[in-house]
């Protein structure tokens, strides 16, 4: 089994910067893909960001791509996600995941999850 700790949430404002941690522990870390997806009150749970065991593939959800950047660091069992110029309608509680089946978007699709980390921006 693969237990996945996020950190580095916190309030900021719009614009703003912050890194987001998700820390592994088990032996398998490394050899699967991981991503991030948020979920806001109210609202589904949504895709991201992935990236592959290797770091060679990623993707991410149109509505962040180009403000983050999804990376990790299989070394030391860490998985990050580092946000620039966030935006309120990025306040969520954002939650790291590993492993998936079939598709990468599909929160239903992965097999180990974080707590969560809460972000709040605000305009």
């Known amino acids: 089994q693969l237990q996945l700790v996020e950190s580095g949430g916190g309030k900021v404002q719009a614009g703003d910067s912050l890194k987001l941690s998700c820390a592994g522990s088990?032996?398998?870390?490394?050899?699967?893909?991981m991503g991030w997806f948020r979920q806001a009150p109210g609202k589904e749970r949504e895709f991201v960001a992935m990236i592959t065991y290797n770091s060679v593939i990623s993707h991410y959800a149109d509505s962040v791509k180009g403000r983050f950047t999804i990376l990790r660091d299989n070394a030391n069992n860490m998985g990050y996600l580092h946000m620039d110029n966030v935006e309120p309608e990025d306040s969520a509680v954002y939650y790291c995941?590993?492993?998936?089946?079939?598709?990468?978007?599909?929160?239903?699709?992965?097999?180990?999850w974080g707590q969560g980390t809460q972000v709040t921006v605000s305009a």
């Open positions: 088990g032996d398998n870390f490394g050899t699967y893909a």
């Open positions: 995941a590993s492993h998936f089946v079939a598709s990468y978007y599909d929160p239903s699709s992965y097999q180990y």
